[in-house]
């Protein structure tokens, strides 16, 4: 039976100074412009987040990780930052920040915030300067900036294309009026690449992650990781050159802006800094790359952490759980980073939704297409081919297995009431996601799970706020509402404060043993400590091996557990 060996031991909760406070955290995303809003604006803010804490410390997590607070024009929901350095004045000041940090402090929470490196917006002074700047200047020098193809500068440096669609190269008109030069932009055309060859753009996140690190904050969740350096030569190479050279142009580093090797000497600078803070401040990758490069990011030279979205890529199905459980621990393992667990985010359908589909091809994944994810609920789409209630009772099992699990299990907001992703009822009209846009509504994009949370069972905008919401939300929130919920023994919000609660109080080394189960289709592991999980992936009900049931994702039925179902023992 592979077993992982035994790391660091958490066996009390986690304190406050405690440097390896990060290892087995359950961490909460909130996304703060739907969360809670205070002032009645339709919009989520940080006041609303801290009248919320009460809630997120008897939910029993250790952190909370926050999507961009930033100030922002929203064209990529707040991942377009105009100032790292702020908060939106729709979403408060910084006064509420830091009231905020205290509240969570008080609370014995730890604080996470975004860090969104490898672009700024569009209207981020640094940009404008850019624009009014000749070609050449130092001002141009902080972006990507590139003269185009063509007679007259009119085809853009190469045919790449945006990860949101459409090209990933923007022409700007010059300072004289005349057609320019073209910048580089991964995501939106608000979203303009850095140029991170620069040592005063290095500096100047030096500078943030000091700012934000002053102010209490205890890590940082780094988006797009994997894409800030770049190599661009004077010819760049076409998709196809791209394409045809296969896997290998990203397992040897080579490609010109994804998972680049120099990258790291940037996280071996920020690292310098998350050690002059006690406890040292953590940071997690979000990491795009192939598996056998995902370690680089997480050493403890670097980031420390990487998220690994195998799990959320993975159907339900006991043999592709395990195989990437084990191989994930054995990652963190042999980097020295513990692993993350994650089934749902701001950026993919949410994993309730997801398992209640039948089995495709297509059935995982967010809008990160052509790096490692693939799509689904197309525009028209298939919303009516989803079993809610089946992917409901899976992902309470999912769940479940998760929280067992050695590693930081990072949780997304509106899971723990079981929330479904919302389909076709935004109309068009209502969408906000560039990806919807930059794909002509080909693939409707994330808006679907960034619905405000519904707070109460009926009431403006279901106890979001006293105002309206900035997505609408359906008719049916209400039903899955905190409200609704907080009394009921069964339902989701009071298994997951249960699970968080026993998980909290179970922790223990950093490793597991399979259990063998005598069946393909049901998983078992074991802690330590003696707190043993087991999940049936089938249909037919498993007689549980002996011990004290401590929670289950649904009812045992006859004393077995039934299909879809997760059960904990000691
Ligand atoms: C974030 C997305 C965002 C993108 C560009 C991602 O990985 O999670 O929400 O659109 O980076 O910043």
Redesign the pocket.
């Known amino acids: 039976m592979p077993t992982t060996a035994t790391m660091a031991a958490r066996t009390d909760a986690p304190r406050m100074d405690d440097p390896n406070w990060w290892r087995q955290a359950s961490v909460y995303q909130i996304y703060p412009r739907s969360f809670a809003d205070s002032n009645g604006d339709g919009i989520g803010d940080l006041k609303g987040i801290t009248a919320k804490v009460p809630y997120l410390k008897t939910l029993g997590i250790d952190a909370v990780w926050l999507s961009p607070f930033y100030p922002s024009a929203l064209a990529?929901?707040g991942?377009d930052v105009d100032d790292y350095r702020n908060v939106d004045p729709r979403l408060g000041t910084l006064e509420d920040f830091d009231g905020m940090a205290q509240a969570l402090h008080d609370a014995g929470l730890k604080l996470i915030v975004d860090i969104?490196p490898?672009?700024s917006s569009d209207r981020h002074e640094w940009f404008q300067e850019a624009l009014a700047a000749p070609k050449g200047s130092p001002a141009r020098d902080r972006y990507v900036f590139r003269d185009g193809l063509g007679d007259n500068g009119e085809l853009p440096p190469s045919d790449w294309v945006s990860v949101f669609g459409g090209p990933a190269w923007e022409r700007v008109t010059e300072p004289d009026g005349a057609p320019g030069q073209w910048y580089m932009h991964i995501?939106a055309k608000e979203?303009p690449d850095l140029n991170w060859d620069n040592r005063e753009v290095r500096e100047d996140f030096l500078t943030t992650l000091r700012f934000w690190s002053d102010r209490g904050v205890d890590g940082f969740r780094i988006?797009?990781a994997h894409a800030l350096t770049k190599n661009l030569e004077e010819t760049l190479p076409s998709t196809a050159d791209l394409e045809a050279q296969g896997e290998a142009l990203y397992l040897e580093g080579r490609h010109p802006y994804w998972d680049r090797d120099e990258v790291h000497g940037i996280y071996a600078e920020w690292r310098k800094v998350f050690n002059e803070y006690t406890p040292p401040r953590t940071a997690v990758a979000?990491a795009w790359v192939h598996a056998d490069r995902r370690a680089r990011y997480a050493s403890p030279e670097g980031l420390g952490q990487a998220f690994n979205f195998d799990l959320l890529q993975a159907d339900f199905d006991a043999g592709q759980f395990r195989k990437t459980i084990t191989k994930n621990l054995a990652e963190a393992e042999a980097s020295g980073a513990s692993s993350t667990w994650v089934f749902s985010n701001?950026?993919v359908v949410r994993h309730a939704t997801r398992y209640g589909l039948p089995a495709s091809e297509d059935s995982a994944g967010g809008i990160m297409a052509g790096q490692a994810g693939k799509q689904w609920l197309v525009a028209g789409g298939r919303q009516e081919d989803v079993d809610a209630e089946l992917g409901l009772r899976r992902a309470r099992a999912a769940s479940l297995l998760m929280f067992a699990l050695p590693g930081s299990a990072y949780l997304y907001q509106g899971e723990e009431l079981g929330l479904q992703e919302v389909g076709c009822e935004i109309a068009d009209a209502d969408r906000q996601d560039p990806a919807f846009f930059r794909n002509k509504g080909v693939e409707i994009g994330r808006d679907g799970c960034r619905v405000p949370l519904p707070w109460t069972s009926v009431g403006s905008s279901f106890g979001f706020g006293p105002g309206g919401s900035h997505l609408p939300q359906p008719e049916w929130f209400g039903g899955s509402s905190v409200e609704a919920q907080e009394a009921e023994e069964d339902s989701t919000l009071s298994l997951y404060r249960r699970a968080l609660a026993l998980r909290s109080e179970l922790q223990t080394a950093e490793a597991l043993e399979w259990l063998e189960t005598g069946r393909d289709d049901v998983v078992a592991f074991r802690r330590p400590n003696g707190w043993t999980s087991v999940t049936n992936f089938g249909a037919e009900p498993f007689k549980l091996p002996a011990g004290e049931v401590l929670v289950s994702s649904s009812p045992l039925e006859a004393g077995l557990l039934p299909g879809a179902a997760t059960a904990w023992l000691q």
Do not use: P, S
């Open positions: 990529d929901g991942y969104v490898n672009h995501f979203q988006d797009v979000e701001h950026d």
